[in-house]
């Protein structure tokens, strides 16, 4: 359903000429499934993050994504050929030193939407699912008081990035190139995901948000309190 209600939003909003930032997400992946435009839109889909990881066959995987709202759209998808995480900082270090990776990163940076999911710390994630966490890695996290992530990036329920040495291996746009994306929809709900949304609300890296009933109106409660 939030996928369905998300397919919507983006079809109501997307313009010619426009660039649409993916995150990564089970619910993002099913957007495609529920895509319906009147008319071919000349518009581009790419990734905030590296996106070549192992995959099971159950996960998705975001480069499949694009590929398929670039073919509903009429549109086009630009890849950033590269993984989510890396294994040494330094290995990082050397990759967005280089010229054409910035490039291919400053396309998400400069879209005009982004569509991205709040991601939870526990071996459910989809980044522990796919191998890129490990039980070490969340057990770091949720010692640092990790309430989720947005692009890979973990908030404490304070709004801050927790000082975990993951952040040192990712690959991607920062969340505040994600801040400046002009239309940011966050689409997640379910109550291991109330603290994430929260957090990523309080900090100002979403517009629109697409939940079900019960988050809501946790989230309002929350407000009150």
Known sequence: LLAQVAAMVLAQHLQEGWTVAI???RTISYIPDFLVLEK???CRFTTMTGGLYYRPLELPYNLDVLTRLAAISGGTAYYLPLPTFVSEPATRDVLLADPLIQRSLDVAR?????IFSVGTVNKMALLYQAGLLNER???ELLDFGAVGDVLGYFLSQNGELVPASIHQRLLGISLDDLRRIPLKMLVAGGQDKWQGVRTALRMGLADVLITDELTARWLCQAKED
Not at 110 to 114: G, I, L, S, T, V
């Open 137 to 139: 890695d969340i057990k």
């Open 23 to 25: 995150g990564i997400g």
């Open 110 to 114: 400069r879209a005009q939407m982004a």
């Open 40 to 42: 071919p839109v000349a």
